[in-house]
């Protein structure tokens, strides 16, 4: 099993700003990702044909380690832990058929009758959120009919409610706990 070392280092070689950066370590692999806005996890890892996969809890097997499943596993943990979402009403990757084609919602939220409530969009955190962002998820939203969108790149979370009566939608100030959905 690897282990997640947080260190300082500089950003990008070009760049003045500094930043905190996670290694995750597994037998003789190292990686090495950003350390972001959502609490710490302790992540199982494991090394498989040269590459390190983190251990999905959601989809209960290990996954390629790329820096967006950074931010999915660590925002999984934050709804899970800090803002009481069930690990049982939840699910990663989840596919839909969009205008013929098959997509993947990246986490999808439900309600205790199993309907979706919220969908869940990541990108890697050097990935600005933009409206191209935005467009995406809400194109999986035509198919969805979902409540709340949620964005994050890990540094910066973004999380609307849809209001279908008056086809407007709201960005609210925080992610809402589970009760509040």
Avoid at 94 to 107: A, K, W, Y
Avoid at 116 to 141: G, H, L, M
Avoid at 168 to 178: A, G, K, M, N, V
Wanted: proline letters at 4%; aromatic letters at 12%; hydrophobic letters at 40%.
């Amino acid at each position: 099993m690897g282990k997640v070392v947080y260190f300082d280092v500089w950003y990008f070689a070009n760049s003045t700003k500094s930043c905190t950066f996670a290694t995750v370590s597994s037998n003789t692999v190292t990686t090495i990702l950003m350390k972001l806005n959502l609490p710490p996890i302790e992540a199982r890892t494991k090394t498989e044909g040269g590459r390190i996969k983190i251990w999905d809890a959601l989809r209960r097997r290990y996954v390629a380690l790329t820096p967006e499943e950074w931010v999915r596993q660590h925002f999984v943990a934050f709804l899970i832990g800090e803002k009481g979402y069930s690990p049982a009403l939840m699910a990663n990757e989840v596919r839909i058929e969009l205008n013929g084609m098959s997509r993947r919602c990246d986490t999808v939220v439900y309600q205790r009758d199993l309907r979706p409530r919220v969908i869940i969009e990541y990108k890697r955190p050097d990935v600005k959120i933009s409206q191209r962002v935005f467009a995406q998820i809400c194109r999986y939203n035509l198919v969805m009919q979902v409540d709340y969108l949620i964005v994050s790149n890990g540094l910066e979370h973004y999380c609307c409610r849809m209001d279908y009566v008056r086809q407007t939608y709201e960005f609210l100030d925080d992610i809402p706990d589970f009760k509040g959905l």
